[in-house]
Nanobody, 124 residues
Framework: QVQLGESGGGLVQAGGSLRLSCAASGRTFSSYAMGWFRQAPGKEREFVAAITWSGRRTYYADSVKDRFTISRDNAKNTVYLQMNSLKPEDTAVYYC?????????????????WGQGTQVTVSS
């Protein structure tokens, strides 16, 4: 079992940057695929990015490709989401998620563990 906690959200102007962190408890963090999702008011939770357990493969939603970068440090039990060139439409609560697997998924239903979320607000 793993517990997740996000940090790094906040208010930023359009064009700015933020880096989100997700710290995980547990000794087997390196065996978990990790994902970032977001949910805006009145909308469904949507996939943002994912990274395999080894960190060798990363995947992105088209809407964030070339602007966001997901990475992980297994020694620190932490996954990151670097967000650049932020747009007002990126405003949402951002969640990290974990699943014990060598694969990845862009479906929220695939992930067993979730953090509490961190708010990101991008002003125009």
């Amino acid at each position: 079992q793993v517990q997740l906690g996000e940090s790094g959200g906040g208010l930023v102007q359009a064009g700015g940057s933020l880096r989100l962190s997700c710290a995980a408890s547990g000794r087997t963090f390196s065996s978990y695929a990790m994902g970032w999702f977001r949910q805006a008011p009145g909308k469904e939770r949507e996939f943002v990015a994912a990274i395999t357990w080894s960190g060798r493969r990363t995947y992105y939603a088209d809407s964030v490709k070339d602007r966001f970068t997901i990475s992980r440090d297994n020694a620190k039990n932490t996954v990151y989401l670097q967000m650049n060139s932020l747009k007002p439409e990126d405003t949402a609560v951002y969640y990290c998620a974990a699943q014990a697997s060598t694969y990845y998924s862009d479906s929220p239903a695939w992930y067993d563990y979730w953090g509490q979320g961190t708010q990101v607000t991008v002003s125009s």
